[in-house]
């Protein structure tokens, strides 16, 4: 049984004619994994490698280099949000609002609460200093967020998914 | 030209219904500096660029027309323009705005732009963050193809071009330039020896422009109205120095920090920082004062309240012991905040985005960050003091010691922390207290 989704073979095939090269589809390829898993096994890896005419430690070592890719045993919650602890938004509370926001559902930054709902990140600047402190959820940035905006945007039901 | 007269010319659309759109672009002149570009030669683009003195917006400041003429000549085979959408730098976050409220002005720049170093093929490199951007700018994209303006024969002039947009993963180094290329060749990011330059061998080895999204969206209204015109604002040459190539045209200044009205300014090139936050930012919060202030994102280091004078264009940060101008991203700390915190957060930012390649900026900027959790945590001893300075001078290309600037970048805040504030290190250091604020760790 292949562990890519039709839908992810066909992502990966149409990005093929965009590049010289077939390793130029490893993040394009590793993105739409991990938005349809919550994470990148090793044998989607080795099943993108086959692919793109790689070692799958090709793979490995691009999706590793990246802070961002989780492996299998350790996937993402439904959803993500990364509070930014950079310097504009730690001068407004950036620092406080992640310490916060760990404590209410008890993990620390990296880790998924218990009911695989929501994991916690810390993020170095998201580009949004103007609305610090600011959260990305997923891949939408809110500005200026209280830990009740937070909590609210954890709890909302149907959050934006992603789409490739 | 003087402020007051100044009318925004990149954020001049911003706020406008329905920005985004290819039909009210079109309505206010959009794609007619595209048209006027396509019935020049392309050397003639190229010469309008250099003329203008638009220097690159992303935080080194090199001459873009200058850049683009590296290119080789009679280059057979493809040549790529790629454009540095991976805006990280601590403050900044003048592309994000451009881009989500305005990507046809950016994406004209382009199509100007690979027209001129005749790229065939432009990739979009965007920081996977920005997720409203690459919305806005896909759909901007698709609007092109279906009117002519990307493709085969673009507005029949027989020139052809695609743009492929290319989200990254959340890493601080893919905004270097080599960074860049090998994250979008499916690498890891690490920055490549030069030479070989870009220019020469760069995306898939082939010869290869990489220019920030700011410096893009200057194209398109230097096409419209002259090199004149774009050197008629910001700061001239300094006469007494035939290396200094200027600081001209519109300039995006982003504000953060401890100030009333955190926001997006566009103005001349040149204007002080005092003034920036007093006249356009609402002045620093809370009726406190500036203690320190970032000139254009945190790896330029610290100015005193005392340095707010200086000219905020190439050269003013620099004569203040600065690294330069950097991405003109202001961040403003108050005279409540200590700068032992503050130093803090800079090293751990470094640390956590130095890609590991070269060990003296791998393992600089993770001692330094320990140094300062130790002085944090009241365990400091003064000696510590010149030993994160004897790490700053260690680092970086102006050493030598590394393979990109990220390090200088590492270096230059405690550069300037210590040896403008180095009296709050050793008083903080004598009292032995702890920081109030201990940051969390993350698990992985």
């Not at chain 2, 698709?142 to 990254?168: F, P, T």
């Not at chain 2, 610290?302 to 940060?317: H, I, Q, R, S, V």
């Not at chain 2, 600065?322 to 700390?333: F, M, N, Q, S």
Request: proline share 6%.
């Amino acid at each position: 049984m292949s562990e890519l989704s039709e839908n992810a073979k066909q992502v990966i095939a149409e990005h093929l004619p965009r590049y010289p090269s077939k390793q130029a589809v490893t993040l394009p390829a590793l993105h739409v994994v991990q938005q349809e898993r919550r994470y990148v096994s090793n044998k989607a890896m080795e099943e993108i490698a086959e692919l793109l005419e790689l070692s799958p430690a090709q793979i490995s070592d691009t999706a590793s280099f990246y802070g961002f890719f989780r492996t299998e045993d350790n996937p993402l919650g439904q959803k993500r949000i990364w509070v930014c602890r950079s310097l504009p938004c730690m001068l407004r509370g950036g620092e406080e609002l992640l310490a916060a926001l760990c404590e209410k559902y008890h993990i620390v930054p990296g880790q998924t609460t218990a009911d695989g709902k929501l994991t916690i990140e810390l993020a170095e600047c998201l580009g949004a200093c103007d609305g610090a402190p600011c959260i990305l959820l997923e891949d939408e940035l809110h500005l200026r967020c209280s830990l009740e905006d937070v909590e609210r945007i954890a709890n909302e039901p149907n959050a934006p998914t992603k789409k490739a | 030209m003087s402020p007051t007269e100044f009318k925004p010319v990149l954020l001049g659309r911003v706020g406008k219904p329905d920005s985004q759109s290819l039909a009210t672009y079109r309505a206010d002149g959009g794609y007619e500096a595209l048209a006027k570009s396509l019935k020049m030669a392309n050397t003639e683009v190229i010469d309008l660029v250099k003329n203008s003195g638009l220097r690159g917006r992303g935080g080194a400041g090199f001459p873009t027309g200058l850049k683009w003429t590296f290119l080789p000549k009679d280059v057979q085979g493809p040549i790529y323009l790629c454009i540095n959408g991976d805006e990280s730098e601590p403050g900044t976050f003048n592309n994000r705005v451009l881009i989500e409220e305005d990507p046809h002005q950016v994406l004209e720049g382009i199509v100007i732009s690979s027209f001129a170093t005749r790229a065939t093929t432009a990739y979009f490199y965007l920081r996977y963050e920005y997720g409203r951007c690459y919305r806005a700018l896909q759909k901007a994209v698709d609007e092109m193809y279906a009117n002519n303006l990307l493709g085969k024969n673009i507005l029949g002039s027989g020139y052809d071009l695609d743009i492929y947009l290319h989200r990254g993963a959340c890493a601080y180094i893919c905004g270097e330039e080599t960074g860049l290329i090998e994250s979008l060749e499916g690498k890891r990011a690490w920055p490549r020896i030069k030479p070989p330059f870009p220019a020469i061998e760069g995306a898939f080895r082939r010869p290869t422009v990489v220019n920030n999204v700011e410096t893009m969206a200057c194209i398109p209204h230097i096409i419209n109205h002259g090199a004149e015109w774009f050197q008629s604002m910001g700061v001239p040459k300094d006469p007494n120095n035939p290396r200094d190539a200027g600081s001209y045209g519109p300039k995006l200044y982003c504000i953060s920090g401890h100030v009333n009205k955190p926001g997006l300014v566009e103005l001349p090139m040149g204007i002080s920082a005092r003034d920036l936050i007093d006249q356009h930012a609402g002045g620093v919060w809370k009726g406190r004062k500036a203690k320190a202030v970032i000139p254009g994102g945190l790896s330029m280091g610290f100015m005193t309240n005392a340095e707010l004078d200086t000219p905020l264009d190439f050269n003013g940060p620099g004569r203040v012991g600065c690294l330069g101008l950097g991405t003109a991203a202001v961040v403003v700390i108050d005279d409540h905040t200590s700068m032992v915190d503050v130093l803090y957060n800079a090293c751990r930012f470094f640390a956590h985005e130095s890609c590991g390649q070269c060990t003296p900026c791998r393992e600089g900027t993770a001692w330094s960050t320990k140094i300062l959790e130790r002085i944090r945590e009241g365990k400091g001893k003064l000696s510590d003091i010149d030993l994160l300075m004897e790490i700053a001078n260690s680092i970086g290309t102006i050493p030598g010691t590394t393979i990109c600037g990220l390090a200088d970048g590492a270096a230059w805040p405690i550069k300037t922390a210590i040896n403008k504030f180095r009296g709050e290190f050793e008083e903080y250091i004598k009292s032995g207290r702890r920081s109030e604020s201990l940051a969390l760790a993350g698990a992985h």
